[in-house]
């Protein structure tokens, strides 16, 4: 939405005070650049903690948003500073801030402060109070976020900042401070408030505003996202035959460049994007930060380690179906999923390790301070999870997921030779991804077996509420959750099963390959069977399962003949051995979840 600039020598004093007070209060002094300013910020960035202040001039914050783009590169800073001293020069300092009021984004796709004065107040910038100025200057700083349509405490937050620092500059008395009440909005309805129509559009719009800055004309911008590999994530949802369950797919590259994103099973019936929005917990894909610090202590995958019950503390962690095989390596351990031998390494090495594998593969949010999180019980987002195995796939971390090209910052040498990511430990990586290509080869992710190598982690929450597979193969990294949004129990839902077949089917589809047919059966020559052929095999197929046959004459009562006591030996269950154990690892189903966590 753009309207008509302004003109600042016609606002009210209390409307240019808001923004000169809030963004450059030596705004009619400097030469287009603060040295103060800069100082001043630099100060509190380092000794505060309640937020980061910028020390550019609002002259520099125009030279930046008329000119350039909003990459944080030494060389666009300097071509800022430049540009600001050359507007300096030519413009006036009240043609300066008609530009800026008439540029600046205000959030919710509003550009320029009549526009904005109009949207959020419908009325005209000449007529705004000084209530309703200090709310829309305060937007400026973060207006993706500060948006008082959607964040309307953190606007208001951010207005009683904006009249602080009028007092402290002097631009009014605290006694009209203090009569200043919160903002009420009149928003005005347009088109323009409509979804955008698609989970990555409304996810890579706030980055697209933020790299353009507040130029109030149409730009065309290029997105990361591949035809494709959406369409393919698209045919996947809907092949996969949901009910009320809702699903999320999120695939990148294992740079992070964005190629698909599905946020819910309908974006008309609910655009809330449970890729990157929701928070739920990661079930055994978290054991993956476990693995990392237990190679990093020395481990490697044929150390021994021990899959028995355990207790620690008043928490009794069991593996799923309470299948327990003792003495095994680590590799069979992440490959049956066992909670016990998670749990064990997590108290061994301390919860400090485990969270700093996590927080140096790029997962941000709060993390437990006690062995359960090694059972993936502390939330996470899709995208920073898949994003976290990307990073193994890159081979560095932390892995940053961008929907927009990144051109202008891979061109910025000086930024790279002053830090960039972490290369893994080589020996830790190829044991990482060792023990992700076990999953898939021999354990709980042979559902998403493909005809390339393929690396990956099933996971599956307490009563099935969420269920998920993240893997990658090919040059994509692909992470897809199921569960629904009450978080109430999905029976059945593991993430060995349909998360892994629904990214089989994505990755067969987004990387073009031919899964190769099930090997041919060998028919008999000829098909000369005899009813002797017939009831012979059925006399031995009950002779083989044990059933006990007998000739009843008719209207006899069998059970008066002397039925088996109840009792009695019975065959041995399909998924058990003879003696009653439980199989060996390598005799994992494609849906089977055993050894998943529950």
């Not at 207005?159 to 928003?187: E, Y």
């Not at 928070?279 to 380690?305: C, E, H, N």
């Not at 190829?430 to 076990?438: A, K």
Request: with cysteine.
């Amino acid at each position: 939405m753009i309207a008509e600039p302004v003109d600042a020598t016609k606002l009210p004093a209390h409307v240019r005070n808001a923004f000169v007070g809030i963004e450059d209060r030596r705004f009619y002094s400097h030469w287009g650049v603060d040295p103060r300013g800069i100082l001043r910020a630099f100060v509190h960035n380092v000794t505060q903690s309640g937020g980061s202040q910028g020390g550019s001039t609002i002259t520099q914050q125009l030279a930046k948003n008329a000119f350039l783009n909003s990459q944080r590169t030494f060389g666009r800073k300097a071509q800022e500073v430049l540009i600001a001293f050359w507007l300096e020069a030519w413009l006036s300092k009240d043609e300066i801030l008609s530009r800026y009021l008439s540029n600046v984004y205000f959030g919710d796709n509003v550009y320029g402060l009549r526009a904005a004065a109009r949207h959020y107040f419908s009325t005209e910038p000449e007529d705004l109070t000084l209530s309703q100025a200090t709310l829309l200057a305060g937007l400026v700083q973060a207006p993706s976020r500060l948006a008082p349509t959607g964040n309307l405490k953190g606007a208001r937050e951010r207005q009683k900042l904006v009249i602080g620092a009028m007092v402290d500059a002097g631009l009014i008395t605290k006694g009209r401070a203090a009569a200043i009440r919160p903002a009420v909005l009149n928003v005005t309805r347009s088109r323009d408030d409509l979804p955008n129509g698609t989970y990555f559009a409304d996810w890579v719009l706030p980055q697209a505003r933020d790299r353009a800055g507040g130029v109030g004309t149409e730009q065309t911008v290029q997105t990361t996202l591949e035809l494709a590999a959406q369409q393919a994530a698209e045919r996947a949802v809907r092949g996969a035959g949901l009910k009320k369950s809702q699903i999320a797919i999120v695939a990148m590259h294992p740079d992070g460049r964005v190629i698909a994103m599905v946020g819910g099973k309908s974006y008309g019936e609910s655009p809330f994007n449970r890729a990157t929005q929701a928070r739920r917990q990661p079930g055994s894909t978290f054991k993956l930060f476990v693995y990392l610090a237990a190679l990093r202590s020395g481990m490697d995958p044929d150390t021994i380690v021990d899959d028995s019950p355990v207790q620690i503390g008043d928490w009794k962690p069991e593996n799923s179906h309470g299948s327990y095989a003792g003495r095994i390596t680590l590799r069979q351990a992440f490959a049956k999923s066992s909670n016990v031998v998670a749990a064990r390494l997590t108290q061994k090495l301390g919860v400090r390790e485990v969270t700093r594998a996590a927080r140096d593969l790029g997962i941000s949010t709060p993390i437990g301070d006690d062995a359960s999180i090694a059972l993936g019980t502390s939330t996470v987002s899709l995208l920073e999870l898949t994003a976290a195995y990307a990073a193994v796939a890159n081979g560095a971390y932390p892995v940053r997921p961008q929907g927009l090209s990144d051109d202008e910052a891979a061109s910025d040498w000086l930024a790279k030779r002053l830090g960039g990511p972490t290369r893994f430990n080589g020996r830790q990586l190829d044991d990482l991804r060792s023990l992700l290509g076990t999953v898939v080869e021999d354990g709980t992710g042979r559902g998403a077996a493909l005809p390339i190598p393929t690396y990956g982690k099933t996971g599956t929450t307490q009563d099935n509420r969420d269920a998920l597979f993240i893997g990658y193969a090919g040059g994509i990294v692909c992470g897809v959750w199921l569960g629904n949004d009450d978080n109430s129990p999905n029976p059945g839902l593991s993430g060995s099963g349909l998360p892994a077949r629904v990214w089989r089917d994505f990755m067969t589809r987004a990387l073009d390959l031919r899964i190769p047919p099930p090997e041919p059966t060998t028919e008999p020559d000829g098909n000369d069977v005899t009813l002797g052929d017939v009831l012979n095999g059925v006399g031995d197929f009950i002779q083989g399962t044990g059933i006990e046959t007998q000739v009843v004459p008719q209207g006899v009562d069998p059970d008066a003949q002397g039925e088996p006591p109840i009792d009695a030996p019975r065959p041995p269950r399909r998924d058990r051995g003879p003696d009653g154990s439980p199989p060996p690892p390598d005799r994992f189903r494609p849906d089977d979840r055993r050894g998943e966590e529950r």
